[in-house]
């Protein structure tokens, strides 16, 4: 079964994080998607840019509404992702807490919803 694990962390954190904490993080993550990889797990994942690239889309009254920025006002921003295949829910929730982000963010584990594709 497919997993998304999305990484919530502070945008805030990491700007203010010292070079050397930030590249030994970033070594971190590069050791965790290798281990995702060499398990045959790793389906996809990628980090996004920060949130202030985002634009939300909203139809209200027919109109399509456009604004900068994330849907919701939050603490902690979605910072990326890993797209994994898994047994179950359990094997998901061991590989989210693995992640580097779970020491200072939250991690989201959500099941992607299976649609059949017409033939």
């Known amino acids: 079964m497919q997993y998304l694990v999305l990484i919530y962390d502070n945008e805030q ?8 904490k930030s590249q030994k993080l970033f070594g971190d993550y ?3 998607t290798q281990e995702l990889s060499k398990a045959g797990v790793l389906r996809g994942g990628d980090a996004l840019k920060p949130v202030a690239t985002a634009t939300t889309v909203r139809i209200r009254d027919g ?13 902690e921003q979605l910072g990326g992702y890993y797209l994994i295949d898994v047994a179950n ?3 998901a929730l061991k590989w ?8 200072f963010g939250s991690i989201e584990v959500r099941p992607v919803m299976s649609i059949d594709k017409p033939a």
Do not use: R
Request: glycine letters at 2%; hydrophobic letters at 35%; aromatic letters at 8%.
């Open 96 to 103: 989210a807490a693995k992640c580097p982000s779970a020491a």
């Open 89 to 91: 829910l359990e094997d």
């Open 13 to 20: 954190v990491w700007n203010d994080m010292p070079q050397e």
């Open 63 to 75: 109109k399509t509404l456009t604004t900068d920025g994330p849907f919701a006002e939050t603490k």
């Open 30 to 32: 590069m050791a965790y």
